[in-house]
């Protein structure tokens, strides 16, 4: 996944953009069932004077929200220097005409919009305190997101894209109390734009004590990624997953030799490592041990020759 197109889409609904003031006033065309499709709501600050908040009136005021099912928050006015505090206040004082919502994603903002680690964002998890039935939540941006420890009974997907994860972060959704959450996709990010985590702060993640129902774990985009799947060679939690995903990150052959000397990977469905450093004498070792076995192995995206050198890695996502 890139962050060069908007979500196509959330909560396995199409994502579908709410027109503009301009276009609503002289568009012919019937919108969509209210809950046949992930509501996108944007303003652009450049061509519109009209407020993020003023753009979700004008939805509640077109379509039937008792229906809707799947909100994408994209961008907001000004998302270079302020955050969505106006537009969680928007949400939650909206949340009982919302009584169906079960997906919700904050920052659906592309690089040309807002570069990823400049998304300004705030204290997410009032949304989550708010809607205590959603299901799957999703977040972009690390400048200033602010995650403490969470109680959700519902909660079955958490995403959280960065450049840079601030380690608050990541041990806030660590202590989290989540026992419905299936999906954990964590970006990590590079120190370059504030990741500050290291293998230790993981560890909630990686023992299998919590998160009893996690089957898809990703924790990619990372710059200590070789780190990460040494940890993961041993981690109880593998055992029970489904799916893992390293991918985006600058994994290189002390990674995944790790990986293939460690626990036995042979019972996932998938394993993804797209975007990897790793040589092609690696890549094919791996090939060999999980292929046969029914495991889909993603090694596409080769960005080096498995050197020991990490100076000329790069993460996929980082600015």
């Known amino acids: 996944m890139t962050i060069s197109n908007h979500l196509q889409e959330w909560y396995g609904l199409p994502a579908f953009d709410f027109p503009d003031s301009e276009a609503q006033a002289t568009s012919g065309t019937a919108l969509p069932a209210p809950e046949d499709v992930a509501w996108r709501i944007s303003v652009d600050s450049y061509e519109s004077e009209e407020e993020w908040e003023e753009a979700f009136a004008r939805f509640a005021a077109t379509v039937d929200t008792a229906r809707v099912r799947a909100l994408i928050v994209g961008s907001w006015s000004d998302a270079y220097d302020s955050g969505p505090g106006e537009v969680i206040s928007a949400l939650l004082g909206a949340k009982e005409k919302l009584p169906r919502l079960r997906g919700l994603f904050v920052g659906d903002i592309t690089f040309e919009e807002c570069e990823i680690s400049w998304i300004n964002q705030g204290e ?6 708010g809607f205590p039935q959603l299901e799957h939540f999703g977040v972009r941006g690390g400048q200033d997101l602010v995650f403490p420890a969470v109680k959700h009974e519902r909660l079955e997907t958490l995403v959280v894209e960065s450049g840079g994860l601030d380690v608050a972060v990541v041990r806030g959704i660590a202590a989290s109390d989540l026992p419905a959450l299936e999906n954990l996709d964590l970006w990590l990010g590079t120190s370059w734009y504030g990741a500050n985590a290291d293998v230790s702060d993981l560890e909630p993640f990686l023992s299998g ?9 990703a924790l990619r985009n990372s710059e200590i990624q070789d780190e990460i799947a040494v940890a993961l060679a041993g981690a109880p939690v593998v055992a029970r997953l489904e799916m893992l995903d390293l991918s985006m990150g600058t994994l290189g052959d002390d990674g995944a030799e790790a990986l293939l000397n460690g626990q036995p990977l042979t019972h996932l469905k998938k394993l993804d490592l797209h975007h990897h450093f790793m040589s092609g004498a690696m890549v094919q070792r791996l090939s060999d041990a999980l292929v046969p076995a029914g495991v889909e192995l993603d090694v596409s995206g080769s960005e080096g020759n498995g050197s020991g050198d990490r100076e000329g890695r790069y993460t996929a996502v980082a600015e």
Not at 124 to 129: G, K, N
Not at 209 to 217: A, G, S
């Open 209 to 217: 004590t919590r998160l009893p129902r996690l089957r898809y774990l």
């Open 124 to 129: 997410v998890t009032r949304l989550l305190d």
